[in-house]
């Protein structure tokens, strides 16, 4: 058993592991750059300690200051939560050699799913479908050329160690294939530190399901059903929700390749395994992220599991104390990202003061945030401001509770996205469930002609 995490990271998500540690009876030691000195994570934690200045890289990407934190303060343990450190392999090792449990995966788990050209080729080995394109990562942007012309256009050029849309390139044609190479190389290499690309057929309108997953040091594996999570932005969700609306017999599919992938990947602890469906409801595989996701509460309604009790429970050397059958989901649950963004204007972040907020309540309504009235939302860091999940007996109920309780939230101070949250649950192919990934783009000038919820 785990007796004190130092908690890598901030936010909510900071805030989400704390509670969970206090409940274990586990000690927890925050950290903080010198722009979170009045974050919440600080307020609440009982001992915090500042790694740096505001950047990323000076305070939460830096491991000297997050390992000597740890060592300081007599921690045996590290959580990174999600983003940062979450998914580097490096890291990871670096925490083992300084006698640190790191609450995640083997690194060289990591390192194999975080190459996504590797976990392709793993996905292969294992039975699972994966978008028609390259063996591996491409050797030339003739190879490239070669395979685009064999599986047909419109191709999406990905870097192996990408994520979030960055090093990706979507290519219609062989004239333009030659200059996006170079670009999603350049950008490869400055957002991971390397620029190996692979290639895929581009699979139009599809829906993104993902599947939760546990895995224990006895090599049990077993998952917390499916994710929706189709509405997006530029690859950047916006609402989540599960069930999905897919058949039962593909949802059976889809939960049995995670499970199967996560066994074959020698797995340990939580992790999210990614889909795309198409419109006939084949699946193909696209990655497996290697930490709890920021939409990991609607599995946690619906199971009725805390992932991060069980994260901490994996890491500290104990196995799942229930099997697969003694998994019940229930209900429907839907989660909305609330960011500081003016969706007006092409989503620019907005930070500044909240000067006030006034959150929803009522049963199966939960609001995971760590903002506050006088918060200074940074411009350092991601936009969220908090999620907002939402649990109903039925779709139905969720979807409606959830409009109840945007209708109730007030953010005044910054601008946010709340408008267009509001008017994406009142569209009917989002009522019908019958939504893809490129729907809010498609949509969005004429989403966007939303009244301001302010205005009341």
């Not at 998500?13 to 994570?41: F, K, N, P, Q, W």
């Not at 670009?183 to 699979?203: C, H, M, P, T, W």
């Not at 017999?249 to 074959?264: I, M, P, S």
């Given at each position: 058993?785990?007796?004190?995490?130092?908690?890598?990271?901030?936010?909510?998500?900071?805030?989400?592991?704390?509670?969970?540690?206090?409940?274990?009876?586990?000690?927890?030691?925050?950290?903080?750059?010198?722009?979170?000195?009045?974050?919440?994570?600080?307020?609440?934690?009982?001992?915090?300690?500042?790694?740096?200045?505001?950047?990323?890289?000076?305070?939460?990407?830096?491991?000297?200051?997050?390992?000597?934190?740890?060592?300081?303060?007599?921690?045996?343990?590290?959580h990174p939560g999600y983003g940062f450190l979450s998914e580097q392999a490096d890291f990871a090792e670096l925490c083992q050699q300084a006698g640190l449990v790191f609450i995640g995966p083997e690194p060289e788990t990591i390192r194999l799913l975080g190459d996504k050209s590797k976990a392709r080729e793993l996905a292969q080995k294992a039975g699972i479908p994966v978008v028609p394109g390259s063996i591996g990562a491409l050797e030339n942007v003739r190879q490239a050329i070669t395979i685009a012309a064999?599986?047909?256009?419109?191709?999406?050029?990905?870097?192996?160690?990408?994520?979030?849309?960055?090093?990706?390139?979507?290519?219609?044609?062989?004239?333009?294939?030659?200059?996006?190479?170079?670009?999603?190389?350049?950008?490869?290499?400055?957002?991971?530190?390397?620029?190996?690309?692979?290639?895929?057929?581009?699979?139009?309108?599809?829906?993104?399901?993902?599947?939760?997953?546990?895995?224990?040091?006895?090599?049990?594996?077993?998952?917390?059903?499916?994710?929706?999570?189709?509405?997006?932005?530029?690859?950047?969700?916006?609402?989540?929700?599960?069930?999905?609306?897919?058949?039962?017999?593909?949802?059976?599919?889809?939960?049995?390749?995670?499970?199967?992938?996560?066994?074959?990947?020698?797995?340990?602890?939580?992790?999210?395994?990614?889909?795309?469906?198409?419109?006939?409801?084949?699946?193909?595989?696209?990655?497996?992220?290697?930490?709890?996701?920021?939409?990991?509460?609607?599995?946690?309604?619906?199971?009725?599991?805390?992932?991060?009790?069980?994260?901490?429970?994996?890491?500290?050397?104990?196995?799942?104390?229930?099997?697969?059958?003694?998994?019940?989901?229930?209900?429907?649950?839907?989660?909305?990202?609330?960011?500081?963004?003016?969706?007006?204007?092409?989503?620019?972040?907005?930070?500044?003061?909240?000067?006030?907020?006034?959150?929803?309540?009522?049963?199966?309504?939960?609001?995971?945030?760590?903002?506050?009235?006088?918060?200074?939302?940074?411009?350092?860091?991601?936009?969220?401001?908090?999620?907002?999940?939402?649990?109903?007996?039925?779709?139905?109920?969720?979807?409606?509770?959830?409009?109840?309780?945007?209708?109730?939230?007030?953010?005044?101070?910054?601008?946010?996205?709340?408008?267009?949250?509001?008017?994406?649950?009142?569209?009917?192919?989002?009522?019908?469930?019958?939504?893809?990934?490129?729907?809010?783009?498609?949509?969005?000038?004429?989403?966007?002609?939303?009244?301001?919820?302010?205005?009341?």
């Open positions: 058993m785990l007796k004190k995490i130092l908690i890598a990271n901030r936010g909510e998500i900071a805030i989400r592991i704390m509670r969970t540690c206090r409940e274990m009876g586990v000690d927890a030691v925050a950290v903080y750059s010198t722009a979170d000195r009045d974050a919440l994570h600080v307020q609440l934690a009982s001992e915090a300690i500042c790694i740096g200045g505001p950047r990323p890289a000076d305070s939460y990407l830096k491991y000297k200051n997050i390992l000597t934190a740890a060592l300081q303060t007599g921690c045996d343990a590290i064999e599986i047909g256009y419109p191709v999406l050029l990905k870097a192996s160690a990408g994520g979030g849309g960055r090093g990706m390139r979507f290519v219609n044609s062989e004239d333009e294939l030659a200059n996006a190479y170079g670009e999603a190389r350049q950008e490869a290499l400055v957002a991971f530190g390397q620029d190996e690309l692979y290639l895929e057929k581009l699979i139009r309108q599809p829906k993104h399901v993902e599947v939760q997953i546990l895995a224990d040091h006895a090599g049990r594996v077993v998952h917390l059903g499916e994710r929706e999570c189709s509405l997006q932005r530029k690859r950047q969700k916006l609402i989540e929700e599960s069930p999905a609306n897919i058949p039962d017999d593909l949802r059976k599919q889809l939960t049995t390749a995670a499970v199967k992938l996560g066994e074959a990947s020698g797995y340990l602890g939580a992790g999210t395994v990614e889909f795309i469906v198409d419109s006939d409801n084949n699946f193909y595989f696209i990655e497996v992220n290697t930490r709890i996701q920021v939409e990991h509460p609607v599995s946690e309604w619906r199971s009725g599991i805390d992932l991060i009790r069980e994260q901490i429970r994996i890491a500290g050397g104990a196995e799942l104390n229930f099997a697969q059958e003694a998994i019940h989901l229930t209900g429907h649950a839907i989660e909305c990202r609330l960011n500081a963004e003016n969706p007006r204007e092409s989503f620019r972040p907005a930070p500044g003061k909240i000067e006030q907020f006034v959150l929803p309540g009522g049963l199966g309504v939960r609001l995971d945030t760590a903002i506050y009235p006088g918060y200074e939302v940074s411009p350092w860091y991601d936009s969220m401001l908090g999620k907002l999940i939402v649990y109903g007996k039925n779709r139905s109920e969720a979807i409606r509770r959830l409009r109840r309780c945007l209708e109730e939230t007030i953010i005044e101070g910054v601008e946010s996205n709340l408008g267009l949250l509001y008017v994406l649950l009142f569209e009917p192919e989002f009522i019908r469930g019958d939504y893809h990934t490129e729907f809010v783009e498609a949509n969005l000038e004429r989403l966007l002609n939303f009244p301001d919820l302010m205005e009341r």
